[in-house]
């Protein structure tokens, strides 16, 4: 089981690592993020193979279908056992319908091994999710921050936090994910933290 990290821990460092972040943290603080469950992990990342390339709410409709089939949560061992065209009505196509199943194979055959994630290092998970195709750098950062609860990923090609780093720092145009790595190096180790803030000030601004 993942641990919790001591977000205060986070917010005691950032004040004083990166001031600029004091307005968000003291609108949306304390941080509410907790590990998922690891029965979870599959149907997450399964969700990163679905999402590939469609608006959100498609990929939402899609899931909600597989769930229906499958049960919750999405276990490899349930999907496995469907017909393909079973699961291409759901909305996917033949492409991700043969990556979901491969993807179900190597949970089974502990190639992707969800017990051992506890004991790995952040470049040693995303090496190894690497492996399942149709998972990208971005599907995978974004399980290391809201599903495990790593405290030091930046997902430098995450739209939404660029376009907010791009207005904190007033810089002339959004940052490329090297720009953004070099920039934000003070905000380790505690970047996955800082990134939750600015994700919440992103989601608050679209509300407004």
């Avoid at 919790?4 to 941080?31: H, N, Q, T, V």
């Avoid at 950062?141 to 405290?151: D, K």
Wanted: glycine fraction near 6%.
């Amino acid at each position: 089981m993942q641990q919790i990290p001591d977000w205060s821990l986070g917010d005691k460092y950032l004040r004083g690592a990166a001031p600029e972040l004091i307005p968000f943290m003291d609108k949306y603080g304390p941080c509410t993020l907790e590990p998922d469950s690891e029965e979870r992990y599959f149907e997450v990342l399964l969700t990163g193979i679905a999402a590939q390339q469609l608006p959100p709410e498609v990929s939402v409709k899609i899931m909600e279908r597989l769930r229906r089939l499958t049960g919750e949560p999405i276990l490899p061992e349930k999907l496995n056992s469907l017909p393909d065209t079973l699961l291409a009505s759901c909305g996917l196509t033949e492409l991700k319908v043969t990556y979901m199943k491969e993807f179900a194979r190597l949970v089974l055959d502990k190639t992707i091994d969800f017990t051992a994630f506890s004991e790995m290092s952040d470049p040693q998970i995303i090496k190894m999710l690497k492996n399942v195709k149709g998972l990208g750098q971005w599907t995978i950062e974004m399980f290391l921050i809201l599903s495990l609860c790593r405290p030091d990923v930046l997902p430098g090609d995450d739209f939404l936090l660029k376009k907010e780093v791009q207005q904190l720092f007033a810089l002339p145009k959004m940052p490329k994910r090297g720009q953004l790595l070099q920039l934000l190096e003070k905000w380790s180790p505690w970047r996955s933290l800082a990134v939750w803030y600015l994700w919440q000030h992103s989601a608050d601004s679209g509300r407004k």
